[in-house]
């Protein structure tokens, strides 16, 4: 099985600065990984995902991240944050396409 | 959107009691989880289904079970609420993509035993 580790259980960042969220899992074989976003009270959306090919993924509000097979990591940037990113960040990893590893989240608090 | 809903949204219960949590989907998926959320421990699998009476345990299985008698739906019980299950629990499907599979997920619903 898979394990997702992400060190930083919340991070705080003024709007407009650069944040770096981190995501690293346990196996280096074949693997999709995935950055997902809940905002408070709601479900879980997909953010991004690396399915193969290029290293870096972007989404379409300004978030990517870049898959490091040798350091087995999947980090999640964004050069320029807003109020509205504030929210809770899952990283995850599946080798199956079935059975999906989550990340214990990582708490994006924007300050104005 | 997935087409996922799940019943129902909020409950207050009492320890000892039985609880059944509801997850429908309109889309035929094959792959159904039920997941818990809780602070510190991020989303933990319970158990999940891949075809209709074909279910398997996750991480956290103890006190829980399902049942998946048609495609579009998959039931979680606990048979005897207790306060450790206090938690957002959220449903989700994996939908066949060309290439990929993606995991898509429910509104929640948050459970309070007391």
């Known amino acids: 099985a898979q394990s997702v580790t992400q060190l930083d259980s919340q991070v705080p960042v003024f709007e407009e600065a650069p944040v770096e969220l981190r995501c690293n899992y346990s196996?280096?074989?074949?693997?999709?990984l995935f950055w997902y976003v809940q905002y408070p009270n709601q479900g879980l959306q997909l953010l991004l995902k690396?399915?193969?090919?290029?290293?870096l993924v972007e989404s379409i509000n300004g978030f990517e991240a870049e898959f490091n097979k040798s350091q087995t990591s999947f980090h999640l940037r964004k050069p320029s944050v807003h109020i509205s990113d504030t929210a809770e960040y899952f990283c995850a990893v599946s080798d199956d396409g079935n059975q999906f590893y989550f990340g214990t989240g990582t708490s994006l608090t924007v300050i104005p | 959107d997935a087409g996922i809903t799940q019943s129902p949204r909020h409950k207050v219960t009492e320890t000892g009691t039985p609880v059944t949590l509801r997850c429908h989907q309109t889309e035929n998926h094959r792959y159904m989880y039920w997941y818990r959320q809780d602070p510190g421990h991020g989303l933990r699998l319970i158990h999940y289904s891949y075809g209709v009476k074909d279910t398997d345990k996750g991480e956290v299985s103890d006190g829980y079970s399902v049942s998946r008698s048609k495609t579009e739906d998959f039931l979680l019980t606990l048979e005897s609420a207790t306060s450790s299950q206090t938690s957002v629990y959220f449903c989700a499907i994996t939908r066949a993509g060309s290439s990929y599979n993606e995991q898509f997920f429910g509104p929640g619903t948050r459970l309070t035993v007391l």
């Open positions: 690396y399915l193969s090919g290029s290293t």
């Open positions: 196996s280096s074989v074949s693997v999709y």
